[in-house]
């Protein structure tokens, strides 16, 4: 990837749609397409094959869920494709499709979160450079409605370190929002794949994988 990463910008909101393309061009991406339709994001996806791109879930012509869809399209014919989705409202069926294929560079946002500018732009890098991104929303109502079994046998630790991984954050983040060693991170998330029935494997696979069992998805 480039220091200045192609994106795509699929928002049916032409003030909402330059205002993202303005500040992520501001904050060093190449915006390469900012499109308003789902046909439209389809044929840009292809034609640049974007390190990234931020995609509103309603789009016309359906304005139901044609964002979603052209992504999760977008991501089987070219696999690993990093898409950040942006949500009005948090759908717990749209974060599982996302991760639903285990490669990670996935993202999913409540529309709110893009006015804090920092953290935003932080997660759409995030999302450029492999990693999985939950709103913490999401992962917030996800939560209290889900005591699945395979999280009966993680400690109340362990699952505050799982819901950070599901925020996205590196273990070096974890161990400052929860004031201890970068150390005691490792061994609570080895301890999280061992409890989950997670092999060796590459280390973001696993951690969506383990992200996947957090959002109860089989």
């Known amino acids: 990837m480039s220091d200045r990463p192609k994106t795509v910008v699929a928002e049916d909101q032409y003030l909402l749609r330059d205002g993202l393309t303005h500040l992520l061009q501001a904050h060093g ?12 994001l389809a044929a840009a996806l292809r034609a640049h ?61 409540l529309k709110d979160r893009v006015f804090n500018a920092g953290q935003f732009v932080d997660a759409v890098r995030r999302v450029a450079d492999g990693g999985t991104v939950m709103d913490p929303e999401v992962i917030a109502k ?48 080895a301890n999280i794949f061992a409890k989950l029935g997670i092999t060796a494997s590459d280390d973001t696979n696993r951690r969506v994988l383990a992200v996947l069992a957090y959002l109860g998805a089989s």
């Open 49 to 109: 094959r974007p390190d990234v791109s931020i995609v509103d879930v309603r789009m016309p012509p359906t304005n139901t869920d044609e964002g979603l869809q052209v992504a999760l399209a977008a991501r089987r014919e070219i696999p690993g494709l990093p898409i950040l989705v942006l949500s009005q409202h948090v759908e717990q069926l749209y974060a599982r499709e996302l991760l639903a294929d285990g490669t990670g560079a996935i993202g999913y946002l």
């Open 142 to 189: 996800l939560v209290a409605g889900n005591a699945s079994d395979p999280l009966v046998a993680l400690t109340p630790r362990e699952r505050e370190v799982l819901g950070l991984m599901a925020e996205g954050c590196s273990n070096a983040a974890i161990a400052a929002r929860l004031h201890f060693s970068e150390g005691a991170v490792g061994k609570h998330t």
């Open 29 to 40: 991406f190449d915006v390469v397409a900012a499109v308003g339709s789902g046909p439209e």
